[in-house]
């Protein structure tokens, strides 16, 4: 007697500078969604880690997330996404393997702490950078600065396989449309232009396929969060801190119940016969 949401995605799905598991944007949601329903039965399952893409997190789903038969499934994607291979994959660029040197953390109390807290993520995404990683152990020869076309393919591919998966375990995902500080990334215009083309090719393939997207950057107050100070900035991403995370738990909880209402409408209603 449960309903099961389980949020999937890089850091800011994790948690990094929240300060603890309780104070992540998944911990927010389910206490959102309880509050909103009136209910207890909203469980809501932390499986982000910091660096996955929609790579990683379409293997997660396919190989260990859809055995939990959740309900729904949130993804939020989009930095890492574009940060890590939209803009560098072209013609002659593979990916040879996949070791996110961050990745395989083990749900310790340490770990939780360390990778929770703002000094070490600072550390973390520093020395990140300094190690090439899912290119095959070596760095791309060109930042496009802009999606490529391969690139942009390939996200709306996994978002694809994504959805394909989940409605053949009667899953239903639901994409977060992700809120980037653009300013605080120091994105210039041609990428801003790109990132909100992208944005807009995410919701045409998604309503094509029947997947909501919940509006958030669009929504996201960030003069609220960075007035606490809480933004974790680093050369490509913002962690949004404890006051942000709840700022986007409060977005988002409205729209996933009405999503999941929607959604389970169409779950139960008869097949249109010819």
Known sequence: ARRLVVCVGDGNTYGLNAGGNQ??????LEREL???????????????????????????IKLRLLKLRPDVILSMSLANDFEQVI??????????????????????TLNDLLMRSVLFGRFAQRRRARIPDDKGGRWPMTAYGEATERGSKLYLDNIALAASLCARSGVALMLVDQPIHYSA???????IASVERL????????????????????????????ARGDLLLSSNETALGRVGYEKLAAVLAPQVLAAHAAWSSRAAAPMDRP
Not at 23 to 28: D, G, L, S, V
Not at 185 to 191: F, I, L, N, V
Request: a negative charge; proline letters at 6%; charged letters at 20%.
């Open 34 to 60: 309880a509050r909103l329903s009136g209910g207890e039965d909203w469980i809501v399952f932390n499986a982000g880690l910091p660096g996955y893409t929609t790579h990683e997190t379409l293997e997660l």
């Open 23 to 28: 104070n992540t944007y998944p911990a927010a």
């Open 185 to 191: 990334c120091s994105y210039g215009a041609t990428k």
């Open 199 to 226: 944005r807009a090719e995410v919701q045409r393939a998604a309503d094509a396929m029947g997947v909501p997207v919940l509006a958030a950057h669009g929504r996201f107050d960030w003069e609220g969060v960075e």
């Open 87 to 108: 803009q560098y994959l072209d013609g002659q660029l593979d990916y040879d393997f996949y070791p996110l040197r961050m990745a395989p953390l083990s749900a310790t």
